[in-house]
Protein backbone atom coordinates (compact mmCIF):
# COMPACT_ATOMS: atom_id res chain seq x y z
CA UNK A 1 0.00 0.00 0.00
CA UNK A 2 1.41 3.28 -1.09
CA UNK A 3 0.72 6.06 1.50
CA UNK A 4 0.38 9.87 0.61
CA UNK A 5 3.13 11.90 2.12
CA UNK A 6 2.55 15.18 3.79
CA UNK A 7 3.80 17.76 2.02
CA UNK A 8 3.20 20.18 5.34
CA UNK A 9 7.33 21.03 6.67
CA UNK A 10 7.25 21.28 10.66
CA UNK A 11 7.65 25.16 10.06
CA UNK A 12 4.65 25.26 8.38
CA UNK A 13 2.75 23.48 11.15
CA UNK A 14 3.78 25.79 13.57
CA UNK A 15 2.92 28.78 11.74
CA UNK A 16 -0.68 27.46 10.97
CA UNK A 17 -0.84 26.11 15.52
CA UNK A 18 0.35 30.03 15.60
CA UNK A 19 -2.47 31.25 13.34
CA UNK A 20 -5.08 29.24 14.92
CA UNK A 21 -3.79 29.96 18.52
CA UNK A 22 -4.48 33.93 17.34
CA UNK A 23 -7.53 33.50 15.81
CA UNK A 24 -8.76 31.77 18.51
CA UNK A 25 -7.53 34.94 20.95
CA UNK A 26 -9.05 37.36 18.91
CA UNK A 27 -12.16 35.91 18.49
CA UNK A 28 -12.12 36.06 22.59
CA UNK A 29 -11.67 39.57 22.24
CA UNK A 30 -13.87 40.47 19.92
CA UNK A 31 -16.55 38.48 21.46
CA UNK A 32 -15.33 40.19 25.45
CA UNK A 33 -15.67 43.64 23.63
CA UNK A 34 -13.02 46.35 24.56
CA UNK A 35 -11.40 45.18 27.83
CA UNK A 36 -9.32 48.40 28.24
CA UNK A 37 -11.20 50.77 30.20
CA UNK A 38 -11.31 54.58 29.98
CA UNK A 39 -9.16 56.76 32.60
CA UNK A 40 -8.31 60.30 33.43
CA UNK A 41 -4.69 60.66 32.53
CA UNK A 42 -4.14 64.31 33.79
CA UNK A 43 -6.00 66.44 36.18
CA UNK A 44 -4.37 70.17 36.39
CA UNK A 45 -4.30 70.85 39.82
CA UNK A 46 -2.91 67.79 41.21
CA UNK A 47 -1.19 67.93 44.49
CA UNK A 48 -1.26 71.76 44.18
CA UNK A 49 -1.95 74.69 46.44
CA UNK A 50 -4.08 77.31 44.45
CA UNK A 51 -5.30 80.62 45.39
CA UNK A 52 -7.96 83.23 44.56
CA UNK A 53 -6.09 83.40 41.27
CA UNK A 54 -7.22 79.68 40.21
CA UNK A 55 -10.73 79.72 38.52
CA UNK A 56 -10.91 76.81 37.07
CA UNK A 57 -9.21 73.00 36.82
CA UNK A 58 -9.02 70.83 33.73
CA UNK A 59 -9.60 66.82 33.35
CA UNK A 60 -7.86 65.01 30.05
CA UNK A 61 -9.38 62.05 29.15
CA UNK A 62 -8.12 58.42 27.94
CA UNK A 63 -10.53 58.60 25.25
CA UNK A 64 -13.82 60.62 24.38
CA UNK A 65 -16.93 60.65 27.24
CA UNK A 66 -20.35 60.32 27.45
CA UNK A 67 -20.01 63.77 29.22
CA UNK A 68 -23.41 63.68 31.13
CA UNK A 69 -21.90 60.45 32.76
CA UNK A 70 -18.96 62.86 33.97
CA UNK A 71 -20.76 65.40 34.82
CA UNK A 72 -23.30 63.32 36.70
CA UNK A 73 -20.71 61.52 38.91
CA UNK A 74 -17.70 64.16 39.42
CA UNK A 75 -17.47 64.74 43.02
CA UNK A 76 -15.90 67.17 45.04
CA UNK A 77 -15.45 67.13 48.42
CA UNK A 78 -15.65 69.30 50.20
CA UNK A 79 -18.27 70.81 47.47
CA UNK A 80 -16.94 73.78 45.03
CA UNK A 81 -20.07 74.78 42.85
CA UNK A 82 -18.62 74.85 39.11
CA UNK A 83 -19.35 75.30 35.73
CA UNK A 84 -17.98 72.01 33.45
CA UNK A 85 -17.39 72.99 29.20
CA UNK A 86 -15.94 69.89 27.29
CA UNK A 87 -13.26 70.63 24.11
CA UNK A 88 -13.05 66.88 22.98
CA UNK A 89 -11.65 64.85 25.50
CA UNK A 90 -10.54 67.37 27.65
CA UNK A 91 -13.05 69.05 30.94
CA UNK A 92 -12.46 72.40 32.05
CA UNK A 93 -14.39 73.16 35.82
CA UNK A 94 -14.57 77.04 36.48
CA UNK A 95 -15.51 77.91 39.75
CA UNK A 96 -18.55 79.83 40.12
CA UNK A 97 -16.48 81.90 43.48
CA UNK A 98 -13.14 81.05 44.75
CA UNK A 99 -12.41 78.21 46.80
CA UNK A 100 -12.04 79.13 50.15
CA UNK A 101 -8.54 79.48 51.73
CA UNK A 102 -7.20 76.98 54.29
CA UNK A 103 -9.32 74.19 52.90
CA UNK A 104 -8.21 70.52 51.50
CA UNK A 105 -10.23 69.02 48.35
CA UNK A 106 -10.85 65.36 46.99
CA UNK A 107 -11.65 65.30 43.51
CA UNK A 108 -13.38 62.19 42.50
CA UNK A 109 -14.94 60.07 39.16
CA UNK A 110 -16.58 56.94 38.98
CA UNK A 111 -19.28 55.12 37.11
CA UNK A 112 -18.49 57.31 34.13
CA UNK A 113 -18.61 55.69 31.00
CA UNK A 114 -16.65 56.57 27.57
CA UNK A 115 -18.50 58.29 24.11
CA UNK A 116 -19.21 54.75 22.11
CA UNK A 117 -19.82 52.33 25.63
CA UNK A 118 -22.81 54.94 25.60
CA UNK A 119 -23.83 54.47 22.37
CA UNK A 120 -23.73 50.69 22.45
CA UNK A 121 -26.16 50.83 25.52
CA UNK A 122 -23.37 48.69 27.57
CA UNK A 123 -23.91 48.83 31.41
CA UNK A 124 -20.71 47.22 32.36
CA UNK A 125 -17.69 49.52 33.84
CA UNK A 126 -16.03 50.66 31.13
CA UNK A 127 -14.12 53.67 33.30
CA UNK A 128 -11.40 53.24 35.62
CA UNK A 129 -12.09 55.22 38.68
CA UNK A 130 -10.07 58.35 39.31
CA UNK A 131 -9.31 60.45 42.61
CA UNK A 132 -7.17 63.56 43.09
CA UNK A 133 -5.92 66.21 45.86
CA UNK A 134 -5.35 69.68 45.53
CA UNK A 135 -5.89 72.56 48.65
CA UNK A 136 -5.84 76.13 49.04
CA UNK A 137 -3.29 78.66 50.35
CA UNK A 138 -3.55 79.27 54.35
CA UNK A 139 -5.40 82.26 55.81
CA UNK A 140 -2.48 84.83 56.25
CA UNK A 141 -2.73 88.49 56.86
CA UNK A 142 0.01 90.98 57.61
CA UNK A 143 -0.33 93.93 59.86
CA UNK A 144 1.43 96.48 61.04
CA UNK A 145 2.46 95.57 64.64
CA UNK A 146 1.26 97.76 67.60
CA UNK A 147 3.26 96.03 70.74
CA UNK A 148 6.27 96.70 72.66
CA UNK A 149 7.72 93.95 70.94
CA UNK A 150 6.59 94.25 67.34
CA UNK A 151 6.14 98.29 67.31
CA UNK A 152 6.23 99.72 63.54
CA UNK A 153 7.19 96.59 62.46
CA UNK A 154 5.50 94.02 59.68
CA UNK A 155 4.01 91.15 61.39
CA UNK A 156 2.77 87.97 59.40
CA UNK A 157 -0.32 85.95 61.16
CA UNK A 158 -0.90 82.51 59.68
CA UNK A 159 -4.58 81.93 60.91
CA UNK A 160 -4.62 78.74 59.42
CA UNK A 161 -1.87 77.64 61.14
CA UNK A 162 -2.09 80.00 64.08
CA UNK A 163 1.25 81.18 64.47
CA UNK A 164 2.68 84.53 64.19
CA UNK A 165 6.36 85.91 62.69
CA UNK A 166 7.86 89.52 62.51
CA UNK A 167 9.21 90.36 58.90
CA UNK A 168 10.87 93.23 59.56
CA UNK A 169 13.72 94.68 61.80
CA UNK A 170 12.87 96.98 64.78
CA UNK A 171 15.30 100.25 63.43
CA UNK A 172 12.05 100.72 60.86
CA UNK A 173 8.74 101.51 61.32
CA UNK A 174 6.66 100.85 58.41
CA UNK A 175 4.17 103.07 57.26
CA UNK A 176 2.85 101.34 54.06
CA UNK A 177 2.35 98.27 52.47
CA UNK A 178 1.67 95.84 49.64
CA UNK A 179 1.83 92.34 49.08
CA UNK A 180 3.23 90.35 45.95
CA UNK A 181 0.63 88.83 43.83
CA UNK A 182 2.43 84.98 44.61
CA UNK A 183 2.93 86.00 48.34
CA UNK A 184 6.43 85.76 48.50
CA UNK A 185 7.30 89.22 49.10
CA UNK A 186 5.61 92.63 50.26
CA UNK A 187 6.92 95.94 49.48
CA UNK A 188 6.53 99.01 51.97
CA UNK A 189 7.91 102.22 52.81
CA UNK A 190 9.68 103.04 56.08
CA UNK A 191 11.03 105.78 58.40
CA UNK A 192 14.10 105.28 60.67
CA UNK A 193 12.92 104.52 64.17
CA UNK A 194 14.21 107.88 65.68
CA UNK A 195 12.31 110.07 62.80
CA UNK A 196 8.96 111.37 63.18
CA UNK A 197 8.98 112.89 60.05
CA UNK A 198 6.03 110.87 58.04
CA UNK A 199 8.25 111.93 54.39
CA UNK A 200 11.60 110.50 55.38
CA UNK A 201 10.51 107.17 53.81
CA UNK A 202 11.86 104.83 51.84
CA UNK A 203 11.05 101.71 49.51
CA UNK A 204 11.82 98.14 50.87
CA UNK A 205 11.19 94.15 50.08
CA UNK A 206 10.46 91.48 52.50
CA UNK A 207 10.60 88.18 52.14
CA UNK A 208 7.66 86.27 53.52
CA UNK A 209 9.25 82.80 53.44
CA UNK A 210 6.27 81.41 51.32
CA UNK A 211 7.15 79.31 47.94
CA UNK A 212 6.37 80.67 44.74
CA UNK A 213 5.36 77.32 44.10
CA UNK A 214 5.01 74.15 45.70
CA UNK A 215 7.43 71.02 45.91
CA UNK A 216 10.15 74.09 45.87
CA UNK A 217 12.24 75.74 48.60
CA UNK A 218 10.94 79.17 49.99
CA UNK A 219 13.10 81.97 50.32
CA UNK A 220 13.79 82.41 54.41
CA UNK A 221 11.43 85.19 55.66
CA UNK A 222 12.41 88.77 56.88
CA UNK A 223 15.29 89.35 54.33
CA UNK A 224 15.32 92.90 53.65
CA UNK A 225 16.83 94.84 50.81
CA UNK A 226 16.46 98.69 49.33
CA UNK A 227 13.95 99.45 46.42
CA UNK A 228 14.22 102.94 46.28
CA UNK A 229 16.28 105.00 48.65
CA UNK A 230 15.26 109.48 49.33
CA UNK A 231 18.67 110.87 48.97
CA UNK A 232 17.44 113.07 46.26
CA UNK A 233 13.76 113.01 46.28
CA UNK A 234 11.12 112.37 49.00
CA UNK A 235 8.72 109.13 48.55
CA UNK A 236 5.51 110.59 49.14
CA UNK A 237 3.18 106.93 47.78
CA UNK A 238 3.72 104.05 45.65
CA UNK A 239 1.40 101.59 43.88
CA UNK A 240 2.37 97.98 43.05
CA UNK A 241 0.66 96.93 39.91
CA UNK A 242 -1.47 93.75 39.78
CA UNK A 243 1.06 91.29 38.29
CA UNK A 244 3.89 92.29 40.97
CA UNK A 245 6.06 93.82 37.80
CA UNK A 246 5.87 97.75 38.04
CA UNK A 247 6.15 100.11 40.85
CA UNK A 248 4.64 103.63 40.41
CA UNK A 249 5.82 106.28 42.80
CA UNK A 250 4.76 109.78 43.97
CA UNK A 251 8.22 112.08 44.51
CA UNK A 252 8.99 115.55 45.36
CA UNK A 253 12.36 116.98 44.79
CA UNK A 254 13.96 117.97 48.44
CA UNK A 255 15.22 121.12 47.37
CA UNK A 256 12.57 122.18 45.34
CA UNK A 257 9.19 122.05 46.25
CA UNK A 258 8.00 122.85 42.54
CA UNK A 259 9.36 119.27 41.33
CA UNK A 260 6.73 116.93 41.50
CA UNK A 261 5.67 114.78 39.70
CA UNK A 262 4.79 110.20 39.46
CA UNK A 263 7.95 107.79 38.45
CA UNK A 264 7.93 104.09 37.53
CA UNK A 265 10.03 101.15 37.94
CA UNK A 266 10.40 97.33 37.68
CA UNK A 267 9.49 95.48 40.34
CA UNK A 268 12.37 93.07 39.05
CA UNK A 269 13.56 91.20 42.54
CA UNK A 270 17.00 92.70 44.50
CA UNK A 271 19.16 89.55 42.82
CA UNK A 272 18.33 90.28 39.66
CA UNK A 273 20.81 90.98 37.14
CA UNK A 274 18.86 93.37 35.59
CA UNK A 275 19.22 96.59 37.90
CA UNK A 276 15.80 98.41 37.60
CA UNK A 277 15.72 101.84 36.16
CA UNK A 278 13.42 104.36 37.30
CA UNK A 279 11.60 106.62 34.73
CA UNK A 280 9.78 109.88 35.07
CA UNK A 281 5.91 109.71 33.85
CA UNK A 282 5.64 112.98 32.29
CA UNK A 283 1.99 114.51 32.52
CA UNK A 284 -0.09 116.92 34.39
CA UNK A 285 0.49 117.24 38.06
CA UNK A 286 -2.06 114.41 39.65
CA UNK A 287 -3.11 113.63 43.03
CA UNK A 288 -4.28 110.16 44.11
CA UNK A 289 -3.27 107.13 42.09
CA UNK A 290 -3.47 103.50 41.02
CA UNK A 291 -2.64 100.89 38.83
CA UNK A 292 -5.31 99.51 36.74
CA UNK A 293 -5.96 95.92 37.04
CA UNK A 294 -4.11 94.98 33.31
CA UNK A 295 -1.11 96.86 34.88
CA UNK A 296 -0.61 98.69 31.52
CA UNK A 297 -1.85 102.30 32.55
CA UNK A 298 -2.53 104.18 36.19
CA UNK A 299 -5.55 106.11 37.14
CA UNK A 300 -4.96 109.60 38.62
CA UNK A 301 -6.66 112.00 40.13
CA UNK A 302 -5.83 115.13 37.57
CA UNK A 303 -7.19 118.53 37.30
CA UNK A 304 -11.48 118.57 37.72
CA UNK A 305 -11.19 114.86 37.15
CA UNK A 306 -9.38 111.51 36.85
CA UNK A 307 -7.48 110.37 34.00
CA UNK A 308 -6.09 107.09 32.80
CA UNK A 309 -2.22 107.36 31.79
CA UNK A 310 -0.30 104.85 29.69
CA UNK A 311 2.69 103.49 31.51
CA UNK A 312 5.26 104.92 29.79
CA UNK A 313 7.71 107.93 29.78
CA UNK A 314 5.48 109.89 27.77
CA UNK A 315 1.79 110.34 29.36
CA UNK A 316 0.79 113.46 28.19
CA UNK A 317 -2.24 111.89 26.24
CA UNK A 318 -4.41 109.89 28.62
CA UNK A 319 -5.68 107.19 27.28
CA UNK A 320 -8.75 108.13 29.02
CA UNK A 321 -10.18 111.36 30.92
CA UNK A 322 -13.44 111.32 32.89
CA UNK A 323 -14.17 114.81 34.22
CA UNK A 324 -17.60 113.98 36.26
CA UNK A 325 -15.43 112.49 38.81
CA UNK A 326 -12.73 113.37 41.47
CA UNK A 327 -11.37 109.64 42.49
CA UNK A 328 -11.18 106.11 41.41
CA UNK A 329 -11.42 104.02 45.07
CA UNK A 330 -11.48 100.37 43.25
CA UNK A 331 -11.32 98.35 40.00
CA UNK A 332 -13.12 94.88 39.90
CA UNK A 333 -10.39 92.04 38.89
CA UNK A 334 -11.28 92.28 35.01
CA UNK A 335 -11.11 95.99 35.06
CA UNK A 336 -14.66 96.25 33.38
CA UNK A 337 -15.88 98.36 36.32
CA UNK A 338 -14.75 100.82 38.99
CA UNK A 339 -16.22 102.68 42.30
CA UNK A 340 -15.66 106.61 41.53
CA UNK A 341 -16.26 109.38 44.27
CA UNK A 342 -18.23 112.04 42.37
CA UNK A 343 -17.66 115.62 44.67
CA UNK A 344 -21.23 117.27 44.38
CA UNK A 345 -20.93 120.60 43.54
CA UNK A 346 -23.35 122.32 46.97
CA UNK A 347 -21.67 125.12 49.24
CA UNK A 348 -24.83 124.70 51.64
CA UNK A 349 -25.22 121.07 51.82
CA UNK A 350 -21.45 119.35 50.18
CA UNK A 351 -22.40 115.55 49.68
CA UNK A 352 -20.05 112.82 48.11
CA UNK A 353 -21.31 110.42 45.75
CA UNK A 354 -20.14 106.54 44.70
CA UNK A 355 -20.84 105.52 41.19
CA UNK A 356 -20.72 102.26 39.26
CA UNK A 357 -18.48 103.10 35.90
CA UNK A 358 -18.66 100.47 33.37
CA UNK A 359 -16.49 100.05 30.25
CA UNK A 360 -20.03 99.35 28.57
CA UNK A 361 -21.04 103.17 29.73
CA UNK A 362 -22.93 102.65 32.48
CA UNK A 363 -22.49 105.02 34.87
CA UNK A 364 -25.06 104.44 37.97
CA UNK A 365 -25.13 106.38 41.64
CA UNK A 366 -24.40 104.07 43.98
CA UNK A 367 -24.73 105.83 47.44
CA UNK A 368 -24.73 109.93 48.78
CA UNK A 369 -23.09 110.86 51.81
CA UNK A 370 -22.24 113.72 54.29
CA UNK A 371 -19.26 112.25 55.38
CA UNK A 372 -16.37 110.84 53.11
CA UNK A 373 -16.20 107.04 51.11
CA UNK A 374 -13.01 106.16 52.70
CA UNK A 375 -12.61 102.58 51.03
CA UNK A 376 -14.23 99.95 48.39
CA UNK A 377 -13.60 96.66 47.01
CA UNK A 378 -15.02 94.64 44.50
CA UNK A 379 -16.01 91.18 45.63
CA UNK A 380 -14.21 88.38 43.41
CA UNK A 381 -17.57 85.60 43.50
CA UNK A 382 -20.50 87.58 44.12
CA UNK A 383 -22.20 91.30 42.90
CA UNK A 384 -21.00 93.09 46.01
CA UNK A 385 -19.15 95.85 46.67
CA UNK A 386 -17.94 96.29 50.28
CA UNK A 387 -16.81 100.03 51.03
CA UNK A 388 -16.09 102.08 54.77
CA UNK A 389 -18.24 105.16 54.78
CA UNK A 390 -18.61 107.87 57.04
CA UNK A 391 -21.73 110.10 57.75
CA UNK A 392 -21.59 113.49 59.57
CA UNK A 393 -23.58 113.35 62.65
CA UNK A 394 -22.43 116.89 64.14
CA UNK A 395 -21.93 119.30 61.85
CA UNK A 396 -21.25 121.94 64.13
CA UNK A 397 -17.73 120.34 64.65
CA UNK A 398 -17.62 118.16 61.41
CA UNK A 399 -17.86 114.93 63.56
CA UNK A 400 -17.81 112.04 61.42
CA UNK A 401 -19.46 107.95 62.25
CA UNK A 402 -18.05 105.37 59.72
CA UNK A 403 -19.62 102.41 58.68
CA UNK A 404 -18.73 99.10 56.75
CA UNK A 405 -21.67 98.79 53.63
CA UNK A 406 -22.50 95.82 51.20
CA UNK A 407 -23.81 96.78 47.83
CA UNK A 408 -25.64 94.24 45.84
CA UNK A 409 -24.62 95.60 42.32
CA UNK A 410 -27.31 94.30 40.57
CA UNK A 411 -30.24 95.42 42.52
CA UNK A 412 -28.50 98.63 44.49
CA UNK A 413 -29.50 96.82 47.46
CA UNK A 414 -27.71 98.44 50.15
CA UNK A 415 -26.77 96.25 53.82
CA UNK A 416 -25.19 97.63 56.86
CA UNK A 417 -22.71 95.43 57.84
CA UNK A 418 -20.68 96.93 60.93
CA UNK A 419 -21.46 100.27 62.66
CA UNK A 420 -17.87 102.12 64.30
CA UNK A 421 -17.64 104.31 66.98
CA UNK A 422 -18.11 108.01 65.94
CA UNK A 423 -14.98 109.95 65.37
CA UNK A 424 -12.76 107.62 64.42
CA UNK A 425 -12.10 108.08 60.61
CA UNK A 426 -8.54 106.11 60.53
CA UNK A 427 -10.10 102.76 59.92
CA UNK A 428 -8.93 100.30 56.87
CA UNK A 429 -10.84 97.28 55.75
CA UNK A 430 -9.30 94.50 53.25
CA UNK A 431 -11.39 91.68 51.53
CA UNK A 432 -10.53 88.00 51.65
CA UNK A 433 -9.21 87.30 48.26
CA UNK A 434 -11.77 84.27 48.66
CA UNK A 435 -14.05 86.88 49.75
CA UNK A 436 -15.27 85.25 53.17
CA UNK A 437 -14.04 87.59 55.49
CA UNK A 438 -13.22 91.00 55.91
CA UNK A 439 -10.22 92.57 58.38
CA UNK A 440 -10.72 95.99 59.72
CA UNK A 441 -8.81 98.23 62.29
CA UNK A 442 -10.01 100.17 65.25
CA UNK A 443 -6.92 102.87 65.83
CA UNK A 444 -7.09 104.15 69.47
CA UNK A 445 -5.38 107.93 69.17
CA UNK A 446 -2.40 108.62 71.76
CA UNK A 447 -3.97 111.48 74.28
CA UNK A 448 -3.05 115.00 73.46
CA UNK A 449 -1.96 116.05 76.83
CA UNK A 450 0.67 113.20 76.61
CA UNK A 451 4.54 114.07 75.73
CA UNK A 452 5.22 113.75 71.97
CA UNK A 453 7.25 111.16 71.22
CA UNK A 454 9.98 110.11 68.47
CA UNK A 455 9.36 106.47 67.98
CA UNK A 456 5.39 106.41 68.64
CA UNK A 457 3.31 105.35 65.68
CA UNK A 458 1.76 107.60 63.42
CA UNK A 459 -1.13 107.11 61.11
CA UNK A 460 -1.60 108.03 57.56
CA UNK A 461 -2.73 111.35 58.78
CA UNK A 462 -0.12 111.92 61.45
CA UNK A 463 -2.08 111.43 64.38
CA UNK A 464 0.04 109.33 67.01
CA UNK A 465 -1.57 106.38 68.15
CA UNK A 466 -1.72 104.46 71.56
CA UNK A 467 -3.07 101.47 70.57
CA UNK A 468 -4.91 99.33 67.95
CA UNK A 469 -7.25 96.63 67.89
CA UNK A 470 -7.51 93.60 65.22
CA UNK A 471 -11.34 92.58 64.05
CA UNK A 472 -12.17 90.16 61.66
CA UNK A 473 -16.00 89.99 60.19
CA UNK A 474 -16.81 86.85 58.56
CA UNK A 475 -19.20 86.75 55.10
CA UNK A 476 -21.01 84.16 53.81
CA UNK A 477 -20.68 82.75 51.12
CA UNK A 478 -22.15 83.58 47.48
CA UNK A 479 -23.77 80.21 46.88
CA UNK A 480 -25.13 80.19 50.82
CA UNK A 481 -28.65 80.69 51.09
CA UNK A 482 -28.87 81.25 54.47
CA UNK A 483 -29.79 84.42 56.57
CA UNK A 484 -28.68 85.75 59.71
CA UNK A 485 -26.52 88.56 61.23
CA UNK A 486 -23.08 88.36 60.89
CA UNK A 487 -20.90 89.90 63.74
CA UNK A 488 -17.25 90.71 64.10
CA UNK A 489 -14.64 88.97 65.92
CA UNK A 490 -11.73 90.96 67.61
CA UNK A 491 -8.45 88.87 66.83
CA UNK A 492 -5.68 88.47 69.95
CA UNK A 493 -3.74 90.90 67.84
CA UNK A 494 -2.71 94.07 68.29
CA UNK A 495 -1.94 96.62 65.09
CA UNK A 496 -3.15 98.28 62.08
CA UNK A 497 -3.49 98.33 58.85
CA UNK A 498 -4.36 94.56 58.16
CA UNK A 499 -3.93 93.04 54.88
CA UNK A 500 -4.65 89.30 53.70
CA UNK A 501 -1.45 87.80 51.48
CA UNK A 502 -3.08 86.84 47.75
Known amino acids: MVTKKSFLLPLDRVA????LLLSILIGLLIFQGDVVKASIRSFSWQNQKIGADNTSFSLVFSRPMDTKSVEDNLKIEPPLAGKPIWSGRRMVYTLLAPAPYGTSYKVSLQDARDKFAAKEGKNTKTFKEFSGNFSTRDRIMVYIGATAEDQGRLVLYNLTQEKKQVLTPDYLVVMYFQAYPQGDRILFSARPKNNQDLLAGQ??????????EVNQPAEPSG????????????????DLSPDGQTIVVQRGKKDNSGDFGMWFMSAEKPDSEKKPTLKRLKSQPSGDFMITPDSKAVAVAQGQGAAILPLQEDGSKPLDFLPQYGLIQAFSKDGTQAAMVKFNADFNNPTKSLFLVTNEGVNKELLKTTGSIMGCQFDVGSPNLYCLVTQVVSAEEYVEQPYLIAINLKTGQQKPLVVLPVGQ???????????????????????QNAPPSASALTTSDGDAIASSSLWLLPLIPATDNTSGDIKPEELPLKGFSPHWLP
Open 16 to 19: ISVL
Open 425 to 447: RNVQINLAPDGLGILFDQVVPQD
Open 223 to 238: RVDLVLDNKEYRNLKF
Open 203 to 212: IYSVTTGIPV
